[in-house]
T-cell receptor, first 115, second 112 residues
């Protein structure tokens, strides 16, 4: 089955700096890579995702890059703000066709943005 | 608001108790999921239902019993749990073909 490794487990940055979280996956057939943000007391919320037919996707201060050959993908947050502080999870799945998208999650990264 | 609600939000139970967790989604999705989230571990998929039919049981002990009466509701019945079952239990839903899952806020379960 799929195995997803996520690093670092904790990340501390100053407000305004950039933050990068990296994940690797094992199943070359995986084609859908979402990133979730989980704030204290809440369930994970999808913040951005990427499919294997593109190499990069941006949404304002958030971007995700995918390297299919190396089987790794990364989350980039620019101009970080204190409200970006949360736990971030990457995930991978085979989506589409008859699949309902079983996600395999990484271990999570605790991001702390200091004012 | 994600459109996925869970009740109760917090639950404390003894090892001999029987309780149930409830999940409801208002998104018109066809697939629903139960996950277990323990400290310092990845989210663990427990069960998957697609069009009310269970399609995945990820080697979950029988003391956890899921029920999906319709595509909008999902239950997790609990009995004779162990302290190591204490965790945050998350429900999610998605469209049949998609990988985009929407999560509820979770139920924080403590087993004494």
């Amino acid at each position: 089955g799929e195995n997803v490794e996520q690093h670092p487990s904790t990340l501390s940055v100053q407000e305004g700096d950039s933050a990068v979280i990296k994940c690797t996956y094992s199943d070359s057939a995986s084609n859908y890579f979402p990133w979730y943000k989980q704030e204290l007391g809440k369930g994970p919320q999808l913040i951005i995702d990427i499919r294997s037919n593109v190499g990069e996707k941006k949404d304002q201060r958030i971007a995700v890059t995918l390297n299919k050959t190396a089987k790794h993908f990364s989350l980039h947050i620019t101009e970080t703000q204190p409200e970006d502080s949360a736990v971030y999870f990457c995930a991978a799945s085979r989506a589409g066709g008859t699949s309902y998208g079983k996600l395999t999650f990484g271990q999570g990264t605790i991001l702390t943005v200091h004012p | 608001e994600t459109g996925v609600t869970q009740t109760p939000r917090h639950l404390v139970m003894g090892m001999t108790n029987k309780k149930s967790l409830k999940c409801e989604q208002h998104l018109g999705h066809n697939a629903m999921y139960w996950y277990k989230q323990s400290a310092k571990k990845p989210l663990e998929l427990m069960f998957v239902y697609n069009f009310k039919e269970q399609t995945e049981n990820n080697s979950v002990p029988s003391r956890f019993s899921p029920e999906c009466p319709n595509s909008s509701h999902l239950f997790l019945h609990l009995h004779t749990l162990q302290p190591e079952d204490s965790a945050l239990y998350l429900c999610a839903s998605s469209q049949e073909e998609g990988g985009e899952q929407f999560f509820g806020p979770g139920t924080r379960l403590t087993v004494l």
